[in-house]
């Protein structure tokens, strides 16, 4: 069965800092890993996906992400942290043939210090 | 181009009333997709539509039922409400093409209070 860890539930980082959200995931197979941001009271935005081949992603407002698959992880990262970034973001894996459903990881809320 | 659409923002309820969920995307989409999102609990899939004419219990479904009306519209019924059912539910559409996953898009959630 497919799974989704955050280990963090709240990071706080000072505004210019850099910033590394963690995910872990398991899967047998090779997964497909997702980030989602959400803004309060707003629904989910897609920030980047991975399906296969280079294993660094770009996505959306500066964020990338890594995929290493000897590490089960597909961590989010920025190098510079704006204000505008507080928000909760969200992993999710997904299958080759599940219905295109997703599991999601409970989340990890940003805050950022001026 | 809306993207996915749900009504009503917000409801409240008495335990015990019914009420329906309405959701609708533009996307042509295959697939589409019921959440509830309670604290510190992410996001739990409650019922789920790979292709119109299909539906299939997701990971907390009981006290729902959903009808897939046609491609573009998935709701989501509550008969009986209970405190319980007290969350933020967003649904969400997907290509999905043969069921794999591609990304979700979401619509911008409905705030329920059962009371």
């Known amino acids: 069965a497919q799974s989704v860890t955050q280990p963090d539930i709240h990071i706080t980082v000072s505004e210019g800092a850099s910033l590394e959200l963690r995910c872990n995931y398991s899967y047998g197979a090779t997964p497909y890993l997702f980030w989602y941001v959400q803004s309060p009271g707003q629904g989910l935005q897609l920030l980047l996906k991975?399906?296969?081949?280079?294993?660094l992603v770009q996505g959306i407002k500066g964020f990338e992400a890594e995929f290493k698959r000897s590490q089960s992880s597909f961590n989010l990262r920025k190098p510079s942290v704006h204000w505008s970034d507080a928000a909760e973001y969200f992993c999710a894996v997904g299958a080759r043939r599940n219905s295109g459903k997703l599991i999601f990881g409970q989340g990890t809320t940003l805050q950022v210090k001026p | 181009n809306a993207g996915v659409t749900q009504t009503p923002k917000f409801q409240v309820l008495k335990t015990g009333q019914s009420m329906t969920l309405q959701c609708a995307q533009d996307m042509n989409h295959n697939s589409m997709y019921w959440y509830r999102q309670d604290p510190g609990m992410g996001l739990r899939l409650i019922y789920y539509?790979?292709?119109?004419?299909?539906?299939d219990k997701g990971e907390v479904p009981n006290g729902y039922n959903v009808s897939r009306l046609n491609k573009r519209e998935f709701s989501l019924r509550l008969e009986s409400a209970a405190p319980s059912q007290t969350s933020v539910y967003f649904c969400?559409?997907?290509?999905?093409?043969?069921?794999?996953?591609?990304?979700?898009?979401f619509g911008p959630g409905t705030r329920l209070t059962v009371t």
């Open positions: 539509s790979a292709s119109e004419g299909t539906t």
């Open positions: 969400a559409s997907s290509e999905a093409p043969s069921g794999r996953a591609t990304e979700q898009y």
């Open positions: 991975y399906f296969s081949g280079d294993t």
